[in-house]
């Protein structure tokens, strides 16, 4: 059974930094599909960032660019995600999520979603 699971949330200040990580279990990260989601409250779910094996490449939804970068060590099963520069408009339920096989570029997967997904971590960012 494949399971995610987020961890790495909390409270900080505008202008902070987080470092997300999502581990997975049932799986290995190779060759996979693996994206970052966030959700606020009243608000879409949006792809925030996202990789693809199938071409090596990284997506960033616009709001992130340059401030967040997505990464992954897959010796470990784990993704991570590195927020910097945060802002209040960055507070949400964050998930990972992952694709068993990355037929498309990553800005596929973060405009479509995933197979499989963690539970959420908050991330709060007071101003």
Not at 23 to 30: A, E, I, K, R
Not at 48 to 73: E, L, N, P, Q, W
Request: neutral net charge; glycine residues 12%.
């Amino acid at each position: 059974e494949v399971q995610l699971q987020a961890s790495g949330g909390g409270l900080v200040q505008t202008g902070g930094s987080l470092r997300l990580s999502c581990t997975g279990s049932g799986v290995t990260f190779d060759d996979r599909a693996i994206g970052w989601f966030r959700q606020a409250p009243g608000k879409e779910r949006e792809g925030v960032a996202c990789i693809s094996s199938i071409d090596g490449t990284t997506y960033y939804a616009d709001s992130v660019k340059g401030r967040f970068a997505i990464s992954s060590d897959n010796a470990k099963n784990t993704a991570y995600l590195q927020m910097n520069s945060l802002k209040p408009e960055d507070t949400a339920v964050y998930y990972c999520a992952l694709d068993l096989v990355a037929y498309y570029s990553a800005g596929y997967y973060c405009r479509s979603g995933m197979d499989y997904w963690g539970k959420g971590t908050q991330v709060t960012v007071s101003s």
